[in-house]
């Protein structure tokens, strides 16, 4: 198991960017990939992003490619969630996620992920 804390949210205008962190403890960090998802009122939690263990690899939901980039920093046990050019449909709260199976994979349903963080909220005003 590990545990997860993001960070980074915030009220943000369209357009503008913000960067999310999310800190990992509990296991060699590099074993496994990492994951970012959101959640909007009255949706179902859906998938944004996800980098391998060794971020060499990376995969993008179509609504953020181009857009969001993905990162990890092994030496920080931290991975990175830049948005640009965001838009009132990224609002959300979003979730870190950790898949401890597998360190690369393009599964990309909850379910695939193990462990999550609290969730920090993003608010794009228009």
């Known amino acids: 198991q590990v545990q997860l804390v993001e960070s980074g949210g915030g009220l943000v205008q369209a357009g503008g960017s913000l960067r999310l962190s999310c800190a990992a403890s509990?296991?060699?960090?590099?074993?496994?990939?990492m994951g970012w998802f959101r959640q909007a009122p009255g949706k179902e939690r859906e998938f944004v992003a996800a980098?391998?263990?060794?971020?060499?690899?990376?995969y993008y939901a179509d609504s953020v490619q181009g857009r969001f980039t993905i990162s990890r920093d092994n030496a920080k046990n931290t991975v990175y969630l830049q948005m640009n050019s965001l838009k009132p449909e990224d609002t959300a709260v979003y979730f870190c996620?950790?898949?401890?199976?597998?360190?690369?994979?393009?599964?990309?349903?909850?379910?695939?992920?193990?462990?999550w963080g609290q969730g920090t909220q993003v608010t794009v005003s228009s």
């Open positions: 509990g296991r060699t960090f590099n074993t496994y990939r």
């Open positions: 980098i391998s263990g060794t971020g060499f690899s990376t």
């Open positions: 996620a950790a898949d401890l199976r597998s360190t690369w994979s393009f599964r990309s349903k909850v379910d695939d992920f193990g462990s």
